[in-house]
């Protein structure tokens, strides 16, 4: 069972070769109407014809697998191979019916038949579909892997008579090997008994060794083409999907332009109302605080106690409150692309004097001692003094201010050792920063201490425009901080010269 095709056909070549020569052997003797009746040579004569008979039938079979072979070949669709199978199979064994069946695990189903004359629908067999643990016959081919002849179906044991289908009495069944797996099985029926030889199940055996290659390639086919049809509706779903997204990219993108352009223009609205009310409010709180001061003199005439202590106290809230419009101004003003910078040459050992005698008397009302520190290795600074005096005196304001009694505060001023930029350092013995309120220093009115109960007083901008008066001069700030022993500001500007200083005039930061 099983064997090679092409062992088979040179089997079947030799054999009609031999036949051959017999036959060539014979003609060289007389005619037959040239021998007596009862003459040994009439016997010969029969050997002769058989011979002949043989030769044509081995003839035949050589052909037909040569032709099944060029046909298996070239066809990949798996409907096609089996009915081409089952039509040379016809030419080797010459049944009454006939199909293929194919194995799924312990099912079997007919996937192409021939000869079923009496079944009207045949497209329905085709469907048919049975489980071999159930089916006598087909579960002993399935374990054996063995061709099995049924030279009677009268009286065998587990043959089932189809009412639908015309009596069968021969029968045999021929398994379609591959790789040692049984794919299949063909079966044929004949309606005389003892039809069906050994030789006959060799022929089929060598078709069924064709059959498992061709049927295997045809599987693999339909399977790739499967695949790839499935990949080609993944890919199309996906390009769909992909279309999609841009779609909805391109709209939320819409969106999002309008969203922005209504955003910039509220920041606009926003900003030049700041400006505005800046201004509209630094005029008439100039006016109270020259009148206030006027009062406080004495101009127009001597106050009581009670009443210079009333007009300090004027004066040092209207100065105050000035304080805060001008930071929204400066705020509003840096936001709106509208800060510009007066560069000029600074004098350091001024610049620090001014900045420490402006929080001298905060310092003073609570202890704590006021320290400068200047670098001789530098005197000048090419920036805007009066911008650079509102970073110092902000950062010693808030060390002051987060300084408890008693405390210390230093302004230290350095140049780095590749003198390309100045250190100006805030240090104090403060309440500190922690770790987690580090990234909110630079927000826009935030206070560390933000609350009902905060204990010091401010708008939160003093810190945010240090840091953004200081990146429009081309630098940077960084802190250091630990909770309860202080902190650390270093504000870090790059050393100019007024020709390289000439990116910083273009008013917009």
Same mark, same amino acid.
């Given at each position: ?18 036949? =051959?020569?017999?036959?060539?052997? $014979? ?23 058989? $011979? ?7 003839? =035949? ?10 046909? $298996? ?39 192409? @038949? ?37 030279? /009677?179906? #009268? ?47 060799? &022929? ?39 279309? =999609? ?10 969106? &999002? ?13 926003? !900003? ?21 001061? +006027?009062?406080?003199?004495? +101009? ?5 106690? %009670? ?13 105050? $409150? ?5 930071? +929204?101004? /400066? &705020?509003?003003? +840096? ?59 902000? @950062? ?13 505060? %230093? ?40 609350? @009902?109960?905060? =204990? ?16 429009? #001069? ?25 020709? !390289? ?9």
């Amino acid at each position: 069972m099983g064997s090679d095709p092409t062992a088979r056909e040179a089997e079947l070549c030799a054999e009609v070769a031999r036949l =051959q020569a017999e036959i060539a052997e $014979l003609r060289r003797m007389p005619p037959a109407a040239d021998l007596a009746p009862h003459d040994d040579h009439t016997e010969c004569r029969l050997q002769f014809e058989q $011979l002949r008979e043989n030769e044509r039938r081995a003839r =035949q079979i050589a052909e037909t697998f040569q032709h099944a072979s060029m046909a $298996l070949i070239q066809s990949l669709d798996l409907n096609q191979v089996l009915e081409s199978l089952l039509d040379y199979l016809h030419k080797l064994v010459p049944y009454d019916s006939a199909n293929v069946m194919l194995r799924d695990g312990w099912i079997f189903q007919v996937y192409s @038949l021939r000869g079923y004359t009496q079944l009207r629908h045949q497209e329905q067999v085709r469907m048919i579909r049975f489980d071999a643990r159930e089916h006598r016959i087909t579960r002993e081919i399935l374990e054996t892997h063995r061709s099995l002849i049924i030279r /009677d179906t #009268h009286g065998y044991p587990g043959w089932i008579e189809l009412a639908s289908v015309a009596e069968v009495r021969s029968w045999m069944g021929i398994p379609i090997m591959s790789h040692g797996e049984l794919l299949g099985i063909f079966s044929l029926n004949k309606a005389r008994p003892d039809f069906f030889t050994p030789d006959a199940a060799e &022929l089929a055996e060598t078709l069924a060794t064709m059959a498992a290659a061709a049927i295997t390639n045809a599987q693999l086919y339909a399977q790739t083409q499967q695949e790839l049809a499935e990949r080609r509706r993944a890919e199309a779903a996906l390009e769909a999907e992909r279309a =999609q997204l841009a779609r909805r990219v391109e709209e939320r993108t819409a969106d &999002l332009r309008v969203a922005n352009a209504e955003l910039e223009r509220a920041s606009r609205l926003k !900003d030049e109302f700041l400006a505005n009310m800046s201004h509209e409010l630094r005029t008439p709180l100039n006016t109270i605080l020259g009148r206030a001061e +006027i009062l406080a003199e004495g +101009i127009y005439g001597s106050l009581t106690e %009670e009443q210079c202590d009333a007009m300090r106290s004027i004066v040092e809230s209207g100065r105050h $409150l000035l304080t805060l419009i001008n930071d +929204i101004l /400066d &705020l509003s003003k +840096i936001e709106a692309g509208k800060f510009e910078l007066q560069l000029g040459l600074v004098d350091l050992a001024s610049l620090c004097q001014a900045s420490m005698h402006m929080v001298a008397q905060g310092a003073l009302k609570k202890e704590i001692t006021l320290h400068c520190t200047l670098d001789p290795m530098i005197d000048t600074i090419y920036a805007d003094e009066r911008r650079l005096k509102q970073i110092l005196v902000n @950062l010693l304001s808030n060390a002051v201010k987060f300084t408890p009694v008693g405390g210390r505060v %230093e302004l230290e001023v350095a140049i780095e050792p590749d003198l390309q930029s100045v250190l100006f350092t805030v240090i104090d013995t403060g309440i500190g920063i922690a770790e987690p309120d580090m990234v909110r220093l630079f927000q826009p009115f935030v206070q560390i201490d933000a609350g @009902l109960a905060r =204990q010091h007083d401010g708008t939160g901008l003093g810190l945010v425009l240090v840091q953004r008066i200081t990146e429009a #001069h081309g630098g940077s700030v960084a802190v250091q901080s630990r909770v309860g022993e202080g902190s650390r500001f270093t504000v870090r500007l790059p050393c100019r010269c007024p020709n !390289d200083a000439t990116s910083l005039h273009s008013g917009v930061y």
